[in-house]
């Protein structure tokens, strides 16, 4: 199975950057890495996905270790609306199912 | 932009009871997958349908079955419901664009209770 490695929790103050570390030290050369994240009471939400170049979209970047052992989901400002459960997920060969693990559940304050 | 629609979003059983969940996937989308979250628990996947073919298998009892119909909305049938099915039950649903870059969309969920 799909193996990835994510600190249980994390803290953040609002109106600052947020570093989310993934182990997948285990990944192999064609999985993806996808990055969702879960919501109080809501279903889960796609966030950034990449294979080896960082990746930027409006919602968070992903920084790609160059030997690909490990990622980091960025959210350049936090807000209280960020406060949810980030999955950090490998894709694993032509399977396309989501295999979720414990996620880090980011807490933000004021 | 539509969104999944899962239905009912409630639902409250009785043990050996059956119970049917309904998912709607977005217009276009060819894929629907079914998740299920306990309490305190991460999403686990049960069954994935592809073009109306079941296309992957998870950890889903055998009382539980599910199909893909011809308008792409698919549906879980749960039958001698247990009180550990009580659970949050997530559709999803994607256009396929390659297994691994594939990206899914979730709905709001159906909270079953069995009681």
């Known amino acids: ?10 803290e953040s103050n609002e109106e600052e950057p947020v570093h989310l570390p993934c182990n997948h030290s285990t990944i192999s050369g064609t999985d993806y890495i996808h990055w969702y994240r879960q919501l109080p009471s ?3 939400e796609y966030v950034i996905h990449g294979l080896t170049s ?34 950090c997920i ?21 | 932009a539509a969104g999944v629609i899962q239905s009912p979003r409630h639902l409250i059983k009785e043990k050996r009871e059956t119970a049917t969940l309904k998912c709607y996937p977005i217009p276009r989308h060819d894929t629907v997958y079914w998740y299920q979250q306990g309490p305190g628990q991460d999403p686990q996947f049960l069954i994935s349908f592809y073009e109306k073919m079941q296309s992957d298998k998870g950890s889903i009892p055998d ?6 119909f011809s308008d792409y909305h698919s549906e879980l049938n749960m039958s001698s419901l247990e009180l ?27 909270r079953l209770s069995v009681l």
């Open chain 1, 42 to 44: 809501q279903g889960p």
């Open chain 2, 84 to 110: 550990g099915d009580s659970a949050l039950y997530f559709c999803a649903s994607s256009l396929f664009a390659g297994a691994a870059k594939n990206i899914q969309y979730f709905g709001a969920g159906t």
């Open chain 1, 54 to 87: 960082n990746v930027n979209n409006r919602m968070a970047s992903l920084a790609i270790a160059e030997d690909r052992k490990s990622s980091t989901l960025i959210l350049h400002r936090a807000t209280l609306r960020d406060a949810a459960v980030y999955y």
């Open chain 1, 1 to 10: 199975d799909a193996k990835t490695t994510q600190p249980n929790s994390m």
């Open chain 2, 63 to 68: 009382r539980f079955s599910a199909q893909q």
């Open chain 1, 90 to 110: 490998r894709s694993s060969g032509t399977a396309s199912k989501l295999t979720f693990g414990t996620g880090t559940r980011l807490q933000v304050t004021l």
